[in-house]
């Protein structure tokens, strides 16, 4: 049987094309977007993409809130790291909980909702990184409305 064989790419060779096929959209004055993130933090991609995606729509001039709920709540934990709190016991190991810091340094708004921080996880007010809005259960469904009622660009992720 015939082999195929082709060089091997050299770091920094381009594999693909760097076209951008659709303008660069910013917001206009007023407009929202909402987050919503309801995902099992790490053990998958989807929260530190959403997180990403946040970060890159307030860039872009939108007035921007996440909100936590189900087991999202977790990926606002204070108190992780290893040996200590804050340390990292592996590159990268607290790059949501920073991510979540780098947001809400630029402007945004993050709520997590206490029932899935008391009643599912055992996690206190106390617990979560300093600056995230802990908010009643019942808050959720009215931070929807709100948000649906001002037309605001609304990402919902949930994953179980």
Known sequence: ???VTIPV???GDLLYGEEKLFPDYKAKPGDRALV??????YEGSVALINMLTATRL???G?????????????????????PAVG????PGALA???QLKVIMKEGSKIYACRFAMGMLYGHREEDMIPGIICAHPLDLLDCVIENWQA??????TWTV
């Open 1 to 3: 049987m015939a082999r």
């Open 9 to 11: 790419p050299n770091e």
């Open 36 to 41: 919503l993130m309801h995902t099992v933090p």
């Open 58 to 60: 307030h860039r872009k």
């Open 62 to 82: 939108f007035d921007t809130t996440i909100y936590l709920y189900g087991p999202g709540v977790l990926l606002g934990s204070g108190s992780r790291g290893f």
């Open 87 to 90: 340390q990292e016991g592996f």
């Open 96 to 98: 949501m909980n920073n």
């Open 151 to 156: 037309n605001a660009l609304t990402i919902t």
